[in-house]
Structures are given as C-alpha cells and as structure tokens.
C-alpha cells in the first residue's frame, strides 16, 4: 500500500477551553504537519470542552456520540488510528475496530497523565494496552514508568512547531526579559512554587505567561511586586517572541512526561532551569542547555532553584552564548518536520 493510500485518523481527548484555549494544540499542530506533508488525515479531538460541572460530567459522552456520528458511520474507512493520550481515548479506538474495521491498525502516544494518573493500572486499563499494535512515549523516563514493554515502541517527542526553525539568536545583552514562565497555572506546573520564589527575585524581570485555576492567587501575590508581569494565553507567534527576549527559562513541574515548552525555548537559544522531572532530565545537560535541579525536598528545591538561576544569570557573555548553541542543536532534533516524517515512516511499517 503507497503512502498516499494509508488514510489515517487522529484522535484526542485533548481540546481548548476557556480556561486553557491552547490545550491540545501540539496534536493540532502534528496534524497539520502531517496533511502538509501530504498524509491523508482527518482529526478528531474533543470540541465540546469547557469548565463548567456539567461538562465534568457529560463531556465523554459527548466525545463518544460525536465520533461516532463522525466516523463510525461513515462511508470513509481508515488504516490507522492514532490515539494521542491513551486513557480512556483507546476506547473509541477499540469500538472502530469492533465495529466498522477489525483490522484497523491502533498507534498510542502516551503524553504522561495517560500513565502517571493510572498506577497502578486497573484490569480494564491493562486489557485495552495488549489491544495496541504500536506505542509512542514522549520520553525514555515515561516509556520505563508503563506497566508492560511493548514489542512495538518508540520513543518520540510531539515536536516543535515549524516556526521555531526561523528562531533568531539574541544576545544576552539584548534580551529584555530575566526569567521566563509559559504553561499551564496550576499547582502540578508549580504555581505554588513560583509565588514562593517571588521574594528571591526582585532583581529579575519575570514574566508569566498562561492561563490556569492559579491565577487569581499569582494575581494577588505579584501586586507587591513590580518586577512580575503576568499575561494571559499567548498565541504561538506571541510564545516565540518571549522565548527569544528571555535570557532563561523556568520550569517547575512536578510531573512532567516531556515539557513542549522547554524544547521551544530552547529552539529560541534559551537556556532553562527546571525542576527533576522526567522531561527536563531528558532534555536538560547541567552547564549545557541548563540546569536540572530536584525536587525530593521541597526547602532544598527552592534553595537549589535560587542558586541555579542566580549560576545562569552569571555567566559570562561566551559562556553563555555556548549555552544558547547547544540548546538549540539539541532542539533541532525534535522540529515537528523532522518527528512527522519518522511517523510517516513507521505508518508505513505498520501497514507492511
């Protein structure tokens, strides 16, 4: 079968929401690469997403009934699955097989709250992963963490978005910007942390930018702090800009399977402090695109992410200019062109 015969469908349980309008938006992104590049795709993700308790309740429902009035009942077949977030996505995978396809070929790429959230996996959870024909894990550390070894597994980050491979260099002297904060406000990203940090940085220019259930409490504690700006969700131009005007970025997660923000950072030539995560200790080399620091210790983790920021923002202009190069080769592995031709090639595999 050629290439521009495999028809493939993307599903996620991923979607924006008020709250969070950028949620999902790296599957998004994958699929556009992936029709780009001349792969038949279609898309489907949860588009009835937003915050209210009713939502909570009835959003699956809803995901389901809308996919399978989409797809389950089409005309149109596909050769492959692919499911970003295994659990409970697989579901509708499962039931396309059973019902429309049975010889549909089902491919996972599991992000971290699809195996963090489920430890240990329950029946019905270790069942549906032995249905999986092939596996995709956004880190070593997070492939380790599953409960069996696929024989058919890769691991494979979600890439960085194209545009980051026209990223500009600016010189530290040019940056604007000390400390930088994108993501997700809410206490797994470390909110709490950073309000606890507030006091040791009142000699940086710190910018946060995200949406989450913590802003009103960094909105409060960063009134008595001139040197903090917060924003709001940023677009991925907007996201791009920051990242090149800042002269390091933070991360402080707890849980952190890959941390997408990180490896855009440094497609920006921008080193980053971070917390021990699974993503950061894939992405982060002490002293070259970096600082890891851990987090057993809360008092300790605070300390040690002071005194890294404090190591980073010393440096000399060619020592930290070496930092900035090495960031950048590293992230110019992992630009989404690159991860979706590996795709294509292990659709194709599959369909062999």
């Known amino acids: 079968m050629s290439e521009a015969d495999v028809k493939l469908l993307v599903i996620t349980n991923m979607g924006p929401k008020p709250s969070s309008p950028f949620q999902g938006q790296f599957v998004q992104a994958q699929v556009t690469e992936l029709q780009a590049q ?37 005309t149109k077949r596909y050769d492959i699955l692919h499911v970003h977030f295994f659990y409970p996505t697989i579901w509708l995978a499962l039931l396309y097989r ?22 240990p996996p329950g029946r019905l959870y270790r069942w549906c992963a032995k249905q999986v024909d092939s596996w995709v894990f956004s880190s070593q550390a997070l492939a380790q963490k599953f409960f069996m070894r696929p024989q058919k597994a890769q691991v494979l980050a979600a ?17 604007d910007i000390d ?41 409060q504690a960063i009134e008595a702090y001139p040197n903090v700006r917060l924003l709001g969700s940023q677009s991925g131009g907007e996201l791009m800009c920051l990242y090149q005007r800042a002269r390091c970025f933070i991360s402080l997660s707890r849980n952190e ?55 980073l923002m010393a440096l000399d202009a060619p020592a930290y200019q070496q930092l900035q190069q090495h960031c950048r080769n590293q992230a110019e592995q992992i630009l989404l062109p690159v991860v979706v031709q590996r795709l294509r090639k292990h659709y194709q595999e599959l369909m062999l």
């Open 98 to 119: 059973l019902v429309r396809y049975r010889r549909v070929k089902i491919v996972v790429t599991c992000h971290g709250s699809d195996i963090y959230h489920y430890q």
């Open 38 to 74: 001349h792969q038949p795709t279609d898309y489907h993700y949860m588009r009835w997403h937003r915050d209210s308790w009713l939502n909570r309740l009835l959003k699956y429902p809803v995901f389901l009934l809308d996919f399978c009035w989409r797809f389950l009942f089409s």
């Open 257 to 311: 399977s890959f941390g997408l923000v990180m490896a855009e950072a440094m497609a920006c030539y921008t080193p980053v402090v971070a917390t021990e995560t699974d993503g950061a200790k894939a992405q982060i080399r002490a002293g070259i695109t970096g600082y890891c620091v851990p987090q057993q210790d809360e008092a300790a983790c605070l300390l040690g992410l002071q005194q890294a920021v404090a190591q």
């Open 179 to 219: 400390l930088l904060y994108v993501g997700t406000l809410d206490k797994n990203k470390g909110m709490d942390r950073l309000i606890a940090l507030l006091p040791a940085l009142q000699q940086y220019k710190v910018v946060i930018a995200g949406a989450g259930s913590w802003r009103p409490a960094l909105e």
């Open 159 to 175: 890439g960085i978005h194209r545009r980051y491979a026209g990223a500009n260099c600016v010189s530290r002297a040019d940056k």
